[in-house]
């Protein structure tokens, strides 16, 4: 299809001056090469060209090649163009002709006839007058002497490229020369791209995600790219991907769709109808993640990038990011006894600022867990029947470490609840050797991927959100590797020298000073009456008998274990004692020294002892009772009772 060449010029005439800012880079050897194709006498130094013209010449700098980059959609539209125009001027016996027809009323041509309506008036709009192709030269030179004599291609479609960039006449020239003779040559053009796309800020800008998605999708279908992914059902819609009813089909040049962008992106001939694309598409993360993968199968190394001004449609293999880029990160595990605030250290003290990723291990956690798998995935064909399909499932490290390397600027977090209940080394699997680390943070070496479909699944996360893709896995140095490890549980299991050695430790104090630290006061019936004491006393009771007893540091109490939301009322924080600590207490630190160490020994069950408890029964021992009525409150309902007696 034929677009307007004005509405794409107007793309770059519109543009801000920053987006002309490239890159300087180094022509490499296979550069040299495939641009010594071109057809101009040319000789490539490291950083720039000499072009032999005539009996002159002009050197150019590297950053004259990034044009040809930055204006290839309107190069392609360009050359649809000139290719029915040549199709034109072989049908027709002179130039005079061809002016003739253009210039009719109703003009009547066996080529002019075979397109859409659209782009039938669009070319005839652009040869009448240069007011509809940015204001370039005629293709007809109107010699006096020689009559009406066609111009040559090149300089036709240079005069038109030219007038969308904001350079100097004087350097226009050699410019256009450039810029046509990469429209000729393909295998050139691609080489300059999968190399140097780097250095253009950007190929497209818009404050309107429709916009931009109007633009990729039209300069696509001039390259002929669209038709493949056009499967237009009966209802006259076709999805893309998951995306449901993404293009909407019509036999005219206008939606008449509210829901769909007026102007057609492409003529779908297989159909004849006009391809409209659906508004909305870039509106939340997870649909601009999914057409950004889309259209980077589309369009090799280029995606979608969003920040608070604009949507770009940018190299993959560049990286704009609005601040330093964060290095530093660490492997570090949190240890203590249970209830010191592990998890809540790291999460408001190491990871303040950062986008976490929390997973927990428990004894069958296995390394495709941890890190992915291929899975099955129920689904329909186009048929409706039902069919199987596999797909890579990625775990919570292949999560973080695609964000980590989609965001180099943010600290990233993976957090690991209870490493050591699962076999900590046997999960994290060839992964492990990336756990050494740089002085930056990141990892000293990197390891070729065991599973194939991993990597695939990373780099088509990284193309779609605008990063370079990755031939071998690392860890970031903005990714942090941080967990917890309790080794008092009964389910722990041990952790070999060599893994151990590739983490940080640190201790985590009982400290119930922490203002952070919940606190509520239980009512505690004991043999001298009930008291009101505050779960930071009573805890801090529990710890000072197990202490004497010599019971393991790891074993004792912290101030988090009963969280606030466990003592809310009075109800549940009664339950909560009963149900949480005093089973803990009796199954995994009394286990072996006996319960009478802290609770009454008419208690020969854990059930009894629960059931005395949930009656209002005295259910610990003397000495712990003892404690209880020193740094507790008689409730007033014991004084009241014991005043009646009286």
Known sequence: ????????????????????????????????????????????????????????HCYIPSHYFLYALKLQPLVSLLCNYMDVFEQVKNSVAAAVDFHSLINSSSPSN???????????????????????????????????TRGKKYRSQDDFMNSILLKALPVPDASSGVLGDLLYAFSKAPSAYQTLADNYSAAVPYLFRSTNGDELMFRVLSTLGWQGKLDAELNPSSSGFADWGSIDKAFLFRPTSISGNAGYVEEPI???SPSHQYVY?????????????????????????????????????????????????????????????????KSHHIHNVECVGA?????????????????????????????????????????????????????????????????????????????????????????????????????????????????????????????????????????????????????????????????????HNFKIATSFGEYDISWVDLAQIINDVLIDCNVPEDRLIGPFFLTEKEMNDEVTAQETLNGKLFVYLWDDVLR????????SSKFKTFGRLSSAFGNGDAVFNLQVEEKISEKGRKSEVTEVTADAAE
């Open 355 to 519: 986008s976490t990723i929390v997973t927990v291990f428990h004894p069958d956690t296995q390394y495709s867990d941890f890190v992915g798998s291929l899975k099955p995935q129920t689904g329909v064909d186009s048929k409706g029947n039902p069919v199987v399909t596999y797909q890579f499932r990625p775990g919570p490290f292949t999560n973080a470490l695609v964000k980590a390397k989609s965001y180099p600027d943010k600290h990233i977090c993976l957090v690991i609840e209870e490493i050591n209940r699962a076999p900590a080394a046997a999960v994290f699997g060839e992964l492990f050797q990336l756990l050494d680390r740089k002085e930056n943070g990141q990892s000293t070496y990197k390891i070729d991927a065991a599973d194939p479909d991993m990597l695939m699944h990373i780099n088509n996360k990284l193309c779609s959100v605008g990063m370079a893709e990755l031939s071998q896995l690392e860890i970031p140095a903005n990714l942090s590797i941080l967990a917890t490890m309790n080794s008092s549980d009964q389910a722990v299991m041990p952790m070999d020298a060599a893994f151990k050695r590739r983490w940080n430790f640190q201790y985590t104090d009982i400290d119930f000073t922490n203002p952070d630290a919940p606190n």
């Open 277 to 341: 694309v659906k508004k909305g598409l870039l509106d939340t993360d997870e649909l601009r993640a999914s057409v950004s993968e889309l259209i980077s199968q589309l369009w090799n190394n280029m995606s979608i990038k969003e920040d608070d001004e604009a949507f770009y449609f940018k190299s993959s293999l560049s990286f704009d990011s609005n601040g330093p880029l964060f290095t530093g990160a660490t492997n570090k595990i949190f240890y203590g006894a249970p209830g010191t605030g």
């Open 266 to 268: 492409h003529y779908h």
């Open 592 to 599: 072996h020294i006996g319960a009478k160490k802290i609770f």
């Open 1 to 56: 299809m034929l677009s307007k060449i004005n509405t794409v010029g107007e793309w770059y005439k519109s543009e801000p001056e920053s987006s002309w800012h490239f890159d300087e880079f180094l022509f490499t050897e296979e550069a040299k090469h495939a641009f010594s194709k071109l057809a101009l006498d040319l000789e490539i130094f490291d950083h720039s060209a000499r072009i032999n013209i005539t009996k002159n």
């Open 110 to 144: 066996s080529v002019l006839n075979s397109l859409d309506t659209y782009s039938r008036d669009n070319f005839l709009d652009a040869f009448r007058s240069k007011e509809n192709r940015l204001g370039g030269k005629d293709i007809i030179n109107d010699d006096r």
